[in-house]
């Protein structure tokens, strides 16, 4: 009985180092899997980055022109303001006068269309 109690104690022990290498080898496994997750993540995070790049460059290329194009029509904007508020300046005293002419400077006449009833 001792021996089969020895052998079964054998067999438990070697059941428990069997699930120990089983527990130790998914762990490993798991590690690696991590390991090999953010690998994979970083390549892509990289390749994201190259691509951007390249079409931050590409788009930098392509609109380079266009970059000059809104400037040049902002700085003509900015010249037609200055001109149009330059040209009120001048000619605010002359409107005003004509207007307040106008207004001011009545002349009664009879309309054209006006019929006399007999």
Request: net charge positive.
């Amino acid at each position: 009985m001792a021996s089969q109690s020895q052998g079964i104690q054998q067999l438990l022990q070697a059941e428990k180092r069997a699930a120990e290498k089983v527990a130790d080898a998914r762990k490993r496994k798991a590690r690696r899997l991590k390991q090999a997750k953010e690998e994979a993540q970083m390549e892509v995070e990289q390749y994201r980055r190259e691509r951007e790049q390249e079409f931050q460059s590409k788009q930098q290329a392509a609109m380079g022109s266009q970059g000059n194009l809104s400037a040049e029509v902002e700085q003509a904007t900015r010249r037609q303001v200055q001109g149009m508020q330059s040209s009120q300046q001048r000619n605010r005293e002359h409107v005003l006068a004509q207007l307040l002419g106008m207004v001011c400077d009545v002349r009664p006449q009879v309309h054209p269309n006006y019929r006399i009833a007999a």
